[in-house]
């Protein structure tokens, strides 16, 4: 497994720019919810980290289906 | 579940019943506890538990006549236990002034009690607790009564002044020297006092108790549940109604409280009878197993007018089985898991399922049962927490309040198996008929592809008739996560598959399957492989390839009540010369290995220790018959051998050691479909599409194991990336970084170039969408 990933070393491969932090929309079970994240300025594609991703989104997942 | 079905199913889990000298005892001292504290030499826990119910204790405790001893448990493997020896240890070791009585809000009724006697003095107590004003007559020139002639070797002074002075802090007052009788009738007691409690102890004295009915013998007609006499406001009890010959002091203490109540009542004006069953002595239905436990004596005391040493208590309390029930709970972990046992669990099921705002806590517990059925084996009231469960889950289902991410990876499993890559039915290749046809069951096929191939050409060659062949998802996984009508919809297919080929017999590998068969498709024959097997013989030098050794045969939990069954995979095994070893729980009591009802997906934590705990009874080699049970127990770490490969891959060189991840689970059914097409049918499946080539080195593919993530998902999210441009550099490392959501799941793969494919360095996944 790879180290875990700088946010700031990330580019947008097609756009060519630097990601940086932006509102994003995130939603679940009907649930919608603003949060900032890296994001390509340009077109938008959002990076969603593996600590995120297996940690508070999981717990956000769990609580919204045991709601 | 209904609150009806909710009560039912409460009423069969007997736990909360009490231990059978609680139920004995007439007033219901919790002797148990008691001798759970005195175990730990906590005396003065001991005495609270004794002083709950015991309106006297510093007298009940030197002179119980112990009625509970009677329906002591240890009764049955030694001595009853020596109750109030022990609780005597606890007033003399545990002695802590009595507790302040706060009386309730003085009421405007006064009561009179006749007899200062145990049974009297209980009475007074009780009611002037209760803020009535009491009177008490008493012919002699003090209290006690009875008790007053016990030697004081026995019963000390001291100790009854000591209760007694609980009546200075309350509304009662004492008239000694007044014998109710010719001078003070009882009748004019009953007109001045709102009530009255006649306890003038053994006699029955005519003219004290002058007016009242008698009964056929004589004596005074007294109700036994209410002590109600003839007249609506006398009440009459203690050794008054039970004769000289049976002076029982906790049956008159008894009957003191019996008469407060009925007084309290009558003069609340409630029902005197309602809800009065379980006040007196009863039996309980408590269930304990004594199995095992060892006979043992009373411990004696050395000093036998003293009573027990603090040592001595110890050891005595040591002796208390602590009755209770806990059968299920002892045996399932998963039961166990939780802290407390199904009486308690059926309640949080139902308030999960009635809740309409908030969390639903017990969504877990629900759906992380096996559903195996054991409980209800163990249960002395066949009360299912299975079934319970399978239940909730379908309500979940039917109201959209199942989590969607429990059985998603499991039913897309299913999916798979359900459909083209590895669905198929056919006749014999050669035959226009079967007369039998094999249904090996999707998860052994993607465990034992190999011998699943053997073990049908071996059919084929063995059995007259044809033998057709089936693969297919029989449908557990949408009965077990509680989608009824995926679950209808699947076995309908079945149904169809096996009437179109004429309505065969069919033998399944599975144990599950046969299960699912036998409950759902009630017209078609089924008959486990195992069984069959024993009955037609063994291939020739069948194996070998496995050196012959003692095996721990776990039973699958989906048959448990196949006696048949279990009868020949032992006859089986003993055939390839193997020796049997018997696990704890078997046959009819077998348990779960921890992958039944998608236990494995709702909670994987439990899931191990369930596996763990199975795999940890016996130091054997393990042998299942049902792949998915070998793979749990391989994951612990447990060599465990496969019926299957013991009999049709022997020669393939098996340690029981094998694992295989969930990519080529899938891989192994759709290839053994391909080639049993090829090779038996002589027909080209087209081959899956080469797509892109991902190179997953065996620590991310551990990884994604965990994460139920598999290489053709890994594989599409980095086509996906390829094709759109749609990914995100890693200016540091050079490494890729893309995702792709093909149906709920959003994956996310972190990948680079290598040589003509794509080495994978890290895939997660979450459910959550990105909306914008």
Not at chain 2, 286 to 300: E, F, H
């Amino acid at each position: 497994m790879s180290e875990q990933i700088s946010q700031q070393n990330l580019v947008c491969v097609k756009c060519r720019v630097p990601l940086t932090l932006g509102q994003v929309t995130l939603s679940y079970m009907g649930s919608n919810f603003p949060v900032e994240l890296y994001k390509c300025p340009r077109c938008g594609l959002v990076f969603i980290p593996e600590a995120l991703a297996t940690g508070k989104m999981q717990q956000v997942e769990t609580a919204l289906e045991d709601k | 579940m209904d609150q009806k079905t909710l009560r039912e199913h409460e009423a069969k889990c007997i736990q909360e019943n009490p231990p059978g000298c609680t139920a004995g005892c007439p007033v219901h001292v919790d002797a148990r506890a008691l001798a759970a504290a005195a175990r730990k030499g906590d005396w003065a826990a001991g005495l609270a538990a004794f002083r709950k119910t015991v309106p006297f204790p510093e007298i009940i405790g030197r002179i119980c006549d112990q009625p509970c001893r009677q329906s002591c448990k240890r009764g049955e493997v030694g001595d009853p236990i020596m109750i109030n020896a022990l609780e005597k240890a606890c007033l003399v070791n545990g002695g802590a002034p009595l507790p302040r009585s706060a009386p309730l809000p003085p009421k405007a009724a006064r009561v009179a009690v006749v007899g200062a006697g145990l049974s009297g003095l209980t009475a007074a107590l009780e009611l002037a607790r209760k803020g009535y004003l009491v009177v008490v007559f008493e012919a002699a020139d003090r209290s006690g009564g009875g008790i007053l002639a016990i030697p004081e070797s026995k019963l000390p002074r001291k100790a009854i002044d000591d209760d007694l002075a609980v009546f200075g802090q309350l509304p009662v007052e004492f008239r000694y020297g007044a014998a109710v009788g010719e001078s003070l009738s009882l009748a004019a007691l009953a007109d001045e006092f709102a009530a009255v409690y006649l306890a003038t102890g053994p006699g029955d004295d005519a003219s004290s108790a002058a007016g009242l009915g008698r009964d056929a013998a004589g004596s005074i007609a007294i109700d036994p549940a209410t002590l109600a006499t003839s007249h609506p406001k006398i009440f009459a009890g203690g050794s008054l109604r039970r004769g000289r010959g049976d002076r029982s002091p906790i049956a008159a203490v008894a009957d003191g409280k019996a008469a407060a109540i009925s007084i309290d009542r009558l003069l609340q004006g409630a029902s005197l009878t309602a809800g009065r069953e379980k006040e007196g002595p009863h039996a309980t239905a408590l269930y304990t197993n004594i199995a095992g436990a060892l006979q043992l004596p009373a411990v004696p005391a050395a000093d036998e007018a003293g009573g027990y040493s603090k040592d001595e208590a110890v050891q005595e309390a040591g002796r208390c089985l602590q009755c209770e029930c806990r059968e299920c709970v002892k045996a399932c972990e998963y039961l166990a898991h939780y802290g407390s046992y199904p009486r308690r669990y059926v309640r949080e099921v139902y308030n999960n399922l009635s809740i309409v705002m908030g969390i639903h806590h017990a969504n877990k517990m629900i759906d992380t049962c096996s559903l195996c059925g054991q409980c209800a084996q163990l249960c002395p009231n066949g009360l299912d927490m299975g079934e319970i469960c399978r239940e909730a889950r379908r309500m979940m289902v039917e109201r959209g309040k199942m989590p969607p991410s429990v059985h998603d990876f499991a039913l897309r499993d299913m999916k798979f198996s359900a459909g083209d890559p590895f669905a198929l039915s056919r006749h014999q290749p050669g035959h226009e008929t079967s007369k039998w046809v094999f249904y090996p069951g999707c998860q052994q096929a993607a465990s034992s592809p190999h011998a699943i191939r053997k073990a049908y050409e071996f059919l084929c060659t063995k059995l007259d008739g044809g033998v057709g062949l089936m693969l297919g998802c029989c449908g557990a996984p949408a009965n077990w996560a509680g989608q009824e009508r995926l679950f209808r919809e699947t076995v309908q297919e079945t149904e169809k598959n096996w009437r179109a080929l004429g309505s065969p017999t069919i033998i399944t590998a599975c144990p599950t399957c046969f299960s699912m068969f036998h409950h759902n498709l009630p017209a078609a024959p089924i008959e486990p492989l195992w069984t069959l097997l024993d009955r037609i013989g063994l291939p020739a030098r069948t194996g070998a390839g496995i050196k012959a050794r003692p095996l721990a045969v776990h039973d699958s939990c989906t048959t448990r009540h196949e006696t048949a069954l279990h009868h020949s995979v032992r006859s089986l095994l003993g055939k390839l010369g193997h020796e049997i070893a018997e696990l704890p729980h078997n046959r009819e009591t077998t348990v779960c290995c921890g992958y039944g009802g998608l236990m494995i997906f709702a909670d994987r934590e439990v899931a191990r220790k369930v596996a763990a705990r199975r795999t940890g009874e016996s130091a054997a080699d393990y042998l299942t018959y049902c792949a998915m049970c070998r793979d749990n127990f391989v994951r612990q770490g447990k060599r465990t051998f496969y019926l299957l490969d013991l009999l049709f891959a022997a020669d393939a060189g098996i340690t029981g050691l094998e694992t295989i991840d969930y990519s080529q689970r899938r891989e192994n059914r759709s290839r053994l479909k391909r080639e049993l097409l090829r090779d038996l049918w002589g027909e080209n499946m087209a081959e899956p599409q080469a797509g892109i080539k991902v190179i997953i080195p065996d620590d991310i593919r551990q990884l994604m194991e965990e994460r139920m993530i598999l290489a053709a998902d890994v594989a599409t999210v980095v086509a996906h990336a390829e094709s759109t441009g749609d990914k995100l550099q890693d200016t540091a490392g050079g490494h890729y970084l893309a995702s792709h959501r093909p149906a709920s799941v959003t994956y996310w793969v972190e990948y680079s170039p290598a040589g003509d494919g794509f080495l994978i360095h890290n895939a997660y996944s979450h459910r959550i969408e990105i909306l914008y």
